[in-house]
């Protein structure tokens, strides 16, 4: 089989190849079982692959942004898919081995066993590029499947130097890449994969969704959505403004879990705001030139928040500049903005901001963020600043979303023992460590009958005195 990240040239036989490709995948998968020994190997490789390659692929995908921060890179795409693909070495021997389970009849035994898939599809999305690859794909091989993964046209350079990578690194029995546009992606949803995983907008999630359902492929989508931070009268102000501002300018606020608007009292909202612009100034100072701030990825995002902030101006209390500088739209540079008190139906607060523009909401009294947060989508993740753990649990207890974090934003990514995934239009399906493990598996039951064969004897007449009497100490006994 020939590596697919060449392919796509022309349509019809590509298509032909590909799908051959995968049900040759398929049987691959199902006649001959990766041993733990194999799956040890497989992500002992991927590590070394980042580790030997992590400068060239700094350098492809700041060529892609027209500028990203190689720390940027570093740290969030290449430490971050270490450390996943780290973890489940760690955990592997453990995740993997059959868990004993009770049974309510005598002498017999009750196990299960996780099984792999078989051939998981991940689509890969463009802001963070590799750790969005290799953190699903390390549960993926960790659970023993093989891979096909559809990087993001968006990042060419990038995708082709990961998928000339992995062609390196891997056989193409064991991962496996395909490259092409949009068409090709609706195309790649609609195979009939193990399953399939998709990281991107929720608009785009339906699509992958449907096209999936035809071959009921289960799914994993990480949609992201608008994820608030909520701060509280007993926070401390310039601890929470610095982190949620280092949050929305990282990767100039290209993070699907980035905080997409505040919600703060009305009486220490100023306070809140010259903490924030004071911050940015400290540590990025211009933003036209700096080689820290990372641009925004293509002429179409650029227009579209150009045009969120054109509308939330018409409709808001105010606009505040980080500096004076003014935008290098061209080349992506955007100089950060604090909007104060938009209006609901302004655009900025109806969709996903995804760059470097912060609403801020002011309330009177926690019940309004309360309202605020049940009437609209659950969101990727909820962030919390106070010092009054009793608001916190009670909007844990009040709220819905993928996950709840109390004084900080963004870190709980870090910590693989946590299961990472959204709920209702910010996702479905969580991934990481164990968690990633359990989603790439299949887990069989087992069950192994006595001597007696109790549970099977009691279904069949006839029903006399003394079955009757079995039956109904089975009822009492619970």
Same mark, same amino acid.
Request: glycine letters at 6%; aromatic letters at 8%.
């Given at each position: 089989?020939?590596?697919?990240?060449?392919?796509?040239?022309?349509?019809?036989?590509?298509?032909?190849?590909?799908?051959?490709? !995968?049900?040759?995948?398929?049987?691959?998968?199902? +006649?001959?079982?990766?041993? &733990?020994?194999?799956?040890?190997?497989?992500?002992?490789?991927?590590?070394?692959?980042?580790?030997?390659?992590?400068?060239?692929?700094?350098?492809?995908?700041?060529?892609?942004?027209?500028?990203?921060?190689?720390?940027?890179? !570093?740290?969030?795409?290449?430490?971050?898919?270490?450390?996943?693909?780290?973890?489940?070495?760690?955990?592997?021997?453990?995740?993997?081995?059959?868990?004993?389970?009770?049974?309510?009849?005598?002498? #017999?035994?009750?196990?299960?066993?996780?099984?792999?898939?078989?051939?998981?599809?991940?689509?890969?999305?463009?802001?963070?590029?590799?750790?969005?690859?290799?953190?699903?794909?390390?549960?993926? /091989?960790?659970?023993?499947?093989?891979?096909?993964?559809?990087?993001?046209?968006?990042?060419?350079?990038?995708?082709?130097?990961?998928?000339?990578?992995?062609?390196?690194?891997?056989?193409?029995?064991?991962?496996?890449?395909?490259?092409?546009?949009?068409?090709?992606?609706?195309?790649?949803?609609?195979?009939?994969?193990?399953?399939?995983?998709?990281?991107?907008?929720?608009?785009?999630?339906?699509?992958?969704?449907?096209?999936?359902?035809?071959?009921?492929?289960?799914?994993?989508?990480?949609?992201?959505?608008?994820?608030?931070? $909520?701060?509280?009268?007993?926070?401390?102000?310039?601890?929470?403004?610095?982190? =949620?501002?280092?949050?929305?300018?990282?990767?100039?606020?290209?993070?699907? /879990?980035?905080?997409?608007?505040?919600?703060?009292?009305?009486?220490?909202?100023?306070?809140?705001?010259?903490?924030?612009?004071?911050? %940015?100034?400290?540590?990025?100072?211009?933003?036209? &030139?700096?080689?820290?701030?990372?641009?925004? /990825?293509?002429?179409?995002?650029?227009?579209?928040?150009?045009? %969120?902030?054109?509308?939330?101006?018409?409709?808001?209390?105010?606009? $505040?500049?980080?500096?004076?500088?003014?935008?290098?739209?061209?080349?992506?540079?955007?100089?950060?903005?604090?909007?104060?008190?938009?209006?609901? *139906?302004?655009? =900025?607060?109806?969709?996903?901001?995804?760059?470097?523009?912060?609403?801020? $909401? #002011?309330?009177?009294?926690?019940?309004?963020?309360?309202?605020? @947060?049940?009437?609209?989508?659950?969101? %990727?993740?909820?962030?919390?600043?106070?010092?009054?753990?009793?608001?916190?649990?009670?909007?844990?207890?009040?709220?819905?979303?993928?996950?709840?974090?109390?004084?900080?934003?963004?870190?709980?990514?870090?910590?693989?023992? @946590?299961?990472?995934?959204?709920?209702?239009?910010?996702?479905?399906?969580?991934?990481?460590?164990?968690?990633?493990?359990?989603?790439?598996?299949?887990?069989? +039951?087992?069950?192994?009958?006595?001597?007696?064969?109790?549970?099977?004897?009691?279904?069949?007449?006839?029903?006399?005195?003394? *079955?009757?009497?079995?039956?109904?100490? %089975?009822?009492?006994?619970?």
């Amino acid at each position: 089989m020939t590596n697919l990240s060449i392919l796509f040239n022309n349509q019809n036989s590509d298509i032909h190849t590909v799908s051959a490709a !995968l049900l040759n995948l398929r049987h691959k998968s199902r +006649a001959v079982l990766l041993s &733990n020994e194999q799956r040890y190997s497989l992500l002992k490789r991927s590590i070394l692959l980042l580790q030997e390659n992590q400068e060239d692929l700094c350098e492809a995908y700041s060529l892609d942004f027209g500028h990203r921060a190689h720390a940027n890179t !570093l740290l969030s795409d290449i430490l971050g898919s270490i450390d996943a693909l780290k973890h489940s070495i760690d955990g592997l021997d453990i995740w993997s081995r059959d868990e004993h389970r009770e049974s309510p009849f005598p002498g #017999t035994q009750s196990y299960v066993q996780y099984r792999p898939l078989g051939v998981i599809g991940i689509m890969s999305p463009w802001n963070f590029p590799l750790v969005l690859t290799f953190g699903p794909l390390s549960g993926v /091989i960790a659970a023993g499947n093989r891979a096909i993964i559809k990087p993001s046209e968006l990042t060419p350079n990038g995708s082709q130097l990961m998928c000339k990578l992995i062609a390196e690194y891997f056989s193409p029995e064991e991962i496996s890449t395909v490259q092409g546009d949009t068409a090709v992606s609706a195309f790649f949803a609609s195979l009939p994969f193990d399953h399939l995983v998709f990281t991107g907008s929720s608009a785009t999630g339906k699509h992958v969704m449907r096209a999936a359902a035809d071959n009921l492929t289960p799914v994993t989508l990480e949609l992201g959505g608008k994820s608030p931070a $909520i701060i509280s009268q007993s926070a401390d102000l310039k601890k929470a403004a610095e982190k =949620i501002m280092t949050a929305k300018l990282f990767n100039a606020g290209q993070i699907c /879990i980035a905080p997409d608007y505040v919600m703060i009292p009305e009486t220490i909202v100023e306070e809140f705001i010259a903490y924030a612009v004071d911050f %940015l100034q400290d540590t990025y100072g211009s933003y036209r &030139n700096n080689p820290d701030y990372t641009s925004v /990825i293509n002429t179409t995002h650029t227009r579209r928040l150009n045009e %969120l902030l054109d509308d939330a101006m018409t409709c808001c209390e105010r606009v $505040i500049l980080v500096n004076n500088e003014p935008d290098l739209l061209s080349e992506g540079r955007m100089n950060p903005r604090i909007i104060l008190n938009p209006s609901d *139906k302004s655009r =900025i607060m109806q969709e996903e901001i995804f760059g470097p523009l912060l609403p801020v $909401i #002011t309330y009177k009294n926690p019940d309004e963020y309360i309202e605020r @947060l049940q009437k609209n989508e659950k969101p %990727l993740a909820l962030y919390f600043f106070g010092g009054n753990k009793e608001e916190f649990h009670e909007l844990s207890c009040k709220s819905d979303s993928g996950a709840i974090i109390f004084n900080d934003v963004m870190s709980h990514v870090l910590v693989h023992d @946590l299961p990472f995934g959204g709920v209702g239009h910010s996702g479905m399906g969580a991934y990481h460590g164990q968690d990633g493990f359990r989603r790439f598996s299949h887990t069989r +039951a087992i069950y192994i009958q006595s001597d007696t064969a109790l549970s099977h004897s009691l279904m069949h007449p006839p029903f006399n005195n003394e *079955k009757l009497k079995q039956i109904t100490d %089975l009822i009492s006994r619970s």
